[in-house]
T-cell receptor, first 111, second 117 residues
Framework: QKEVEQDPGPLSVPEGAIVSLNCTYS??????FMWYRQYSRKGPELLMY????GNKEDGRFTAQVDKSSKYISLFIRDSQPSDSATYLC???????????FGGGTRLMVKP | GAVVSQHPSWVICKSGTSVKIECRSL??????MFWYRQFPKQSLMLMAT?????????EQGVEKDKFLINHASLTLSTLTVTSAHPEDSSFYIC?????????????FGQGTRLTVV
């Protein structure tokens, strides 16, 4: 079993839809949770990170962490075709540790 | 945000030759950089940790004599794929943690697509 599980998709939604992307993990030591967006043939781009449990909002993006369930989510409101990309979750026990990535979910937002 | 620049963005080389990939932190210093490999539709696989002024740390199963890493300055790390073979064809990505936030705020290069023919 992988440490971080993520549905590979693809997830196809119409423009304007609310998108929910999720990851589950098994290591209870993880404290920091990141979401990256990766366009095709590009490096990952950090969207946001959250420490411990709770919600964090940045524009159309909201990250949620439920440590009791070992489950994290990224919500995208009013999705746009430009949001079409692969979304990778990543997590760390501490800031100085190595990132552990999920496999990524490919999202397609259709106009 | 901080910028990490990777060069070249793509390269095609003949089997048996060596290829050097550069990773630069443009507006911050990075004592540590990371090198990843990514196969199509798969996630990033950490290959090695590049440490400025000392030897790189390789992940299990990664051949250190094949993937030579040099971190000569606080803004530059290089990965050299030696005696490349077609199975080395992949997408290589570097990253650098930024400031005191460490890997919670890691910035990635744009990646290098290597094709060995």
């Amino acid at each position: 079993q992988k440490e971080v599980e993520q549905d590979p998709g693809p997830l196809s939604v119409p423009e304007g839809a609310i998108v929910s992307l999720n990851c589950t993990y098994s290591n209870s030591a993880f404290q920091y949770f990141m979401w990256y967006r990766q366009y095709s043939r590009k490096g990952p781009e950090l969207l946001m990170y959250t420490y411990s449990s709770g919600n964090k909002e940045d524009g159309r993006f909201t990250a949620q962490v439920d440590k009791s369930s070992k489950y994290i989510s990224l919500f995208i409101r009013d999705s746009q075709p430009s949001d079409s990309a692969t979304y990778l979750c990543a997590m760390l026990p501490g800031a100085g540790n190595m990132l552990t990535f999920g496999g990524g979910t490919r999202l397609m937002v259709k106009p | 945000g901080a910028v990490v620049s990777q060069h070249p963005s793509w390269v095609i080389c003949k089997s048996g030759t060596s290829v050097k990939i550069e990773c630069r932190s443009l507006d911050f210093q990075a004592t540590t950089m990371f090198w990843y490999r990514q196969f199509p539709k798969q996630s990033l696989m950490l290959m090695a940790t590049s440490n400025e002024g000392s030897k790189a740390t390789y992940e299990q199963g990664v051949e250190k004599d094949k993937f030579l890493i040099n971190h000569a300055s606080l803004t530059l790390s290089t990965l050299t794929v030696t005696s490349a073979h077609p199975e080395d064809s992949s997408f290589y990505i570097c990253s650098a943690p930024h400031g005191r936030q460490g890997n919670t705020e890691a910035f990635f290069g744009q990646g290098t697509r290597l094709t060995v023919v």
